[in-house]
């Protein structure tokens, strides 16, 4: 039995004014290309499959006509839902999907059922899959009047955590009634201690839950998870695995090789390794004052193709950083080279409240959290207040993501 798992794909994304979708067509037909060439028996999707809950019209297409290149391989395919994805729209071609060998995990089902499936290797029921999408918070838990941050996140975490126990005893109680000893492989779509983050990858639980803890998964084979979008493995000893993005979503991922993690399951063995997947966009952030600017660049654009262009982002150092003519300097630097300018950013010195103190910095560059602590530096407010405030908005901001 071969297993692929990948997530994050988030089809539809824009970058900076850029459209990802001849990357995201290309790695798709190359997707199906290894499926075939690796007798690949299914695929598991761990979340993000679109960037937004409305993809655009172009992103489901990709979606659909991949489904549908899957059809010759044979191969089964299981999409999870994650934090950016809307369970309505998944849910929409549910049914029709069913009928491709394709099973959709949109959101959690009252019975549970419905989310333990069973993968086939040549007709034979051969792993079984505990498939859990993105847990939203209100789907496990109903407010309560009186409860603290530190509460809320206590009962987030045992109600996630409760959901994997199910699920993994009613695997093996399939087990046990039909005298099998299939591996049980489950998902997820959050994100757990002492994992790599990147700036392309957003808060999910804020203000609740900062990170779910690695010992309270159920004693799986595998367990696929997606949100993380740097490729790696949580601990040594246990085979808890993030996929990471196919593409990378932000310049701070730019020098990660992309992979996807590939699980064969043989005569009660298991192996797992890793599949390269190739860059189809090459960008690059470089840091430099003018005067080392464009030799840098050429160095970088040596080591491209040909054909290709780079997606530039340029970080000015200090020495440049004041003068006002700085965006027509580099584009001239830059005229004669294969390289898109995406975002040019002065070098921030360290500062108290950088919305107060750094005209030039973009809100883009700042997360919610900074922008909040940023406003937050502005008031003169006791520890208490702020403590209590930023609780607040921690809460309003996790249903405003939630809703997403």
């Given at each position: 039995m071969r297993i692929?798992?990948?997530?994050?794909?988030?089809?539809?994304?824009h970058f900076i004014g850029r459209s990802r979708a001849a990357e995201h067509q290309a790695f798709l037909l190359w997707l199906v290309?290894?499926?075939?060439?690796?007798?690949?028996?299914?695929?598991?999707?761990?979340?993000d499959i679109f960037d937004t809950a409305t993809p655009p019209s172009y992103a489901r297409e990709l979606y659909n006509q991949f489904i549908v290149e899957l059809q010759s391989c044979q191969c089964q395919l299981v999409m999870l839902a994650g934090n950016h994805d809307a369970p309505a729209v998944l849910n929409e071609s549910k049914a029709l999907l069913q009928h491709l060998n394709t099973s959709v995990i949109a959101n959690i089902s009252e019975d549970l059922n419905q989310q333990l499936l069973v993968l086939q290797h040549q007709g034979q029921p051969a792993t079984l899959l505990c498939a859990i999408p993105f847990l939203r918070a209100r789907d496990l838990l109903q407010s309560q009047a009186g409860q603290s941050a530190s509460d809320k996140q206590q009962s987030l975490q045992q109600a996630i955590a409760q959901h994997y126990q199910q699920l993994y005893q009613l695997a093996q109680q399939y087990n046990t009634e039909h005298k099998l000893n299939l591996p049980v492989v489950m998902t997820g779509h959050l994100t757990t201690v002492g994992v790599s983050r990147s700036e392309s990858v957003r808060d999910i639980y804020i203000g609740t839950l900062d990170a779910f803890a690695a010992n309270a998964?159920?004693?799986?084979?595998?367990?696929?998870?997606?949100?993380?979008?740097?490729?790696?493995?949580?601990?040594?000893?246990?085979?808890?695995?993030?996929s990471g993005s196919p593409i990378a979503l932000s310049f701070d991922e730019a020098a990660q090789q992309k992979q996807l993690w590939l699980i064969e399951f043989k005569d009660g063995d298991k192996t797992v390794s890793t599949l390269p997947v190739p860059c189809f966009q090459p960008l690059l952030s470089i840091k430099?004052?003018?005067?080392?600017?464009?030799?840098?660049?050429?160095?970088?654009?040596?080591?491209?193709?040909?054909?290709?262009?780079l997606w530039l982002e340029l970080v000015i150092t200090e020495t440049d950083a004041y003068l006002t003519d700085l965006q027509q300097r580099v584009e001239t630097e830059l005229q004669d080279l294969p390289v898109a300018l995406l975002r040019l950013r002065r070098q921030r010195t360290a500062v108290t409240n950088p919305l107060a103190s750094d005209h030039d910095t973009q809100l883009s560059e700042l997360t919610p959290q900074q922008v909040w602590q940023a406003r937050l530096a502005g008031e003169e407010l006791t520890a208490e207040q702020q403590q209590q405030l930023s609780e607040l908005h921690g809460q309003v901001l996790a249903t405003v993501l939630e809703a997403k």
């Amino acid at each position: 039995m071969r297993i692929l798992h990948t997530s994050d794909w988030h089809l539809g994304q824009h970058f900076i004014g850029r459209s990802r979708a001849a990357e995201h067509q290309a790695f798709l037909l190359w997707l199906v290309s290894q499926v075939k060439a690796l007798n690949i028996d299914a695929i598991i999707v761990a979340g993000d499959i679109f960037d937004t809950a409305t993809p655009p019209s172009y992103a489901r297409e990709l979606y659909n006509q991949f489904i549908v290149e899957l059809q010759s391989c044979q191969c089964q395919l299981v999409m999870l839902a994650g934090n950016h994805d809307a369970p309505a729209v998944l849910n929409e071609s549910k049914a029709l999907l069913q009928h491709l060998n394709t099973s959709v995990i949109a959101n959690i089902s009252e019975d549970l059922n419905q989310q333990l499936l069973v993968l086939q290797h040549q007709g034979q029921p051969a792993t079984l899959l505990c498939a859990i999408p993105f847990l939203r918070a209100r789907d496990l838990l109903q407010s309560q009047a009186g409860q603290s941050a530190s509460d809320k996140q206590q009962s987030l975490q045992q109600a996630i955590a409760q959901h994997y126990q199910q699920l993994y005893q009613l695997a093996q109680q399939y087990n046990t009634e039909h005298k099998l000893n299939l591996p049980v492989v489950m998902t997820g779509h959050l994100t757990t201690v002492g994992v790599s983050r990147s700036e392309s990858v957003r808060d999910i639980y804020i203000g609740t839950l900062d990170a779910f803890a690695a010992n309270a998964f159920p004693p799986a084979d595998y367990i696929a998870l997606g949100h993380i979008h740097q490729s790696q493995q949580i601990k040594a000893d246990t085979d808890i695995r993030y996929s990471g993005s196919p593409i990378a979503l932000s310049f701070d991922e730019a020098a990660q090789q992309k992979q996807l993690w590939l699980i064969e399951f043989k005569d009660g063995d298991k192996t797992v390794s890793t599949l390269p997947v190739p860059c189809f966009q090459p960008l690059l952030s470089i840091k430099t004052d003018l005067a080392a600017l464009k030799q840098k660049v050429q160095q970088a654009v040596a080591a491209i193709a040909a054909t290709d262009t780079l997606w530039l982002e340029l970080v000015i150092t200090e020495t440049d950083a004041y003068l006002t003519d700085l965006q027509q300097r580099v584009e001239t630097e830059l005229q004669d080279l294969p390289v898109a300018l995406l975002r040019l950013r002065r070098q921030r010195t360290a500062v108290t409240n950088p919305l107060a103190s750094d005209h030039d910095t973009q809100l883009s560059e700042l997360t919610p959290q900074q922008v909040w602590q940023a406003r937050l530096a502005g008031e003169e407010l006791t520890a208490e207040q702020q403590q209590q405030l930023s609780e607040l908005h921690g809460q309003v901001l996790a249903t405003v993501l939630e809703a997403k």
